[in-house]
């Protein structure tokens, strides 16, 4: 049985507004599934359902609205179906356009913050180590668990919005210290030792990762002592991908790493060869097929993968057969079309698609050839997304690529 604190009867008997009461019980359902014995207080929510599915994303929405409700904690709004602001661009269905609008407008009467972005820890909302929060969106429920050290269980739709609503939470699953401690320990060679560039091996290890440390938190033993948080932000969403990670530890990287780890955990290896194989798997296309795209910033590009990019494409042209789109933020995307030190993406023909990512909206006109980007995430679910045929590979020979119009070597 949940032991309910004051503000739990509060909100369940309508003292804050029906739309919280209506929440609170939903909750409560949640929480009774869950074996919860009490709630917890989270200081933010980030909501994936907000991204239009069908009628019942807008019937779910708008029943809290015609019942008056306004979330409790700050609350950001995770991508969307399409990128309403670039509407010649989409090739999905011409109908999604005005239902994902109608589905953003009614979490924003809701009070929620219209960053739709998959990954709002960038510049947004950065929660504290220790803080528990509400998000959904599997790569920021793996980076704000592992990489901030934030406590954040695995949030679905309906569940997540629920959460904003009331400000509360069950107390189970990764908000709990024992569920949070790594089950076992996974070496893995360095970036040399496995004969992977960085922008591959991070990838690579997120994807082998998830399949093998399937419902355990894993402790890595081995990352560089420079590992950057874009690149922690690759490997937790391809193992979050592969394996619905939701956190890892990472010795010398990660917050959480140096607490005591119990004697006895299972030694799992990761060797060269299971990342070079799971490369390959991402990578079934071959040198010489044509190209249709290049498909950067799944999660979303941060400001410096931006100026990692403009570097790698300066003086450089790409064939007019490729087109480039990268994902990312409204606020990150203003901020690159307003930089004049970021002008060689503009001159490559780079197009900065906000709001969604293009793994889920189609936005790749053209049929015949391969889309290549260097994301594990979008390798993983694109082909069955897009019905297309995907590359991972290097940023330089993505690039490559784009220059020949073919695949490169």
């Known amino acids: 049985m949940i032991a309910l604190e004051p503000v739990d009867r509060a909100l369940l008997d309508g003292e804050h507004g029906a739309a919280a009461a209506r929440a609170m019980a939903i909750l409560m359902r949640y929480g009774e599934a869950s074996g919860a014995r009490r709630f917890v207080s989270v200081q933010s929510a980030h909501i994936d359902g907000c991204l239009y599915h069908g009628p019942s994303s807008i019937d779910f929405a708008r029943r809290f ?228 795209a290049i498909c950067l910033g799944t999660p979303h590009y941060s400001i410096a993968e931006f100026r990692a990019l403009s570097a790698a494409v300066e003086k450089r042209t790409p064939a007019p057969s490729v087109s480039t789109f990268v994902s990312t933020s409204r606020e990150i995307a203003a901020t690159v079309e307003a930089d004049p030190a970021l002008a060689p993406l503009r001159v490559f023909g780079v197009r900065l698609v906000v709001d969604t990512c293009t793994y889920l909206a189609p936005v790749v006109a053209a049929r015949d050839g391969v889309i290549l980007t260097t994301s594990g995430k979008y390798a993983h679910y694109g082909p069955g997304n897009l019905q297309r045929r995907i590359g991972l590979m290097t940023l330089e020979r993505c690039i490559r690529s784009a220059e020949l119009g073919e695949v490169a070597p």
């Open 65 to 292: 609205v015609d019942l008056g409700g306004r979330v409790r904690v700050p609350t950001t709004l995770n991508v969307a179906a399409v990128d309403v602001t670039h509407p010649d661009w989409h090739c999905g269905p011409p109908e999604l356009i005005p239902a994902q609008s109608e589905l953003t407008e009614l979490h924003e009467k809701l009070g929620c913050v219209p960053t739709l972005t998959c990954a709002p820890y960038q510049r947004m909302l950065r929660p504290r180590a220790g803080e528990h929060v509400a998000w959904a969106e599997s790569n920021a429920i793996v980076f704000v668990n592992s990489v901030l050290g934030a406590r954040t269980d695995r949030y679905g739709d309906f569940a997540d919005l629920c959460a904003a609503l009331t400000g509360r939470v069950p107390m189970v699953g990764l908000h709990c210290d024992e569920n949070r401690r790594a089950r076992c320990i996974v070496t893995i060679p360095s970036p040399d030792a496995a004969r992977l560039p960085r922008d591959l091996y991070f990838a690579a290890i997120g994807y082998v990762l998830g399949r093998r440390a399937i419902g355990q938190v894993p402790l890595l033993r081995g990352l560089p002592d420079d590992t950057t948080e874009d690149e922690l932000k690759a490997l937790g969403a391809a193992g979050a991908s592969s394996g619905a990670l939701a956190l890892f530890h990472a010795e010398g990287v990660t917050p959480e790493a140096g607490r005591q780890v119990p004697d006895g955990l299972p030694i799992l290896t990761i060797a060269s060869e299971d990342l070079e194989a799971a490369v390959a798997s991402l990578c079934p296309v071959k040198p010489g097929e044509r190209v249709a």
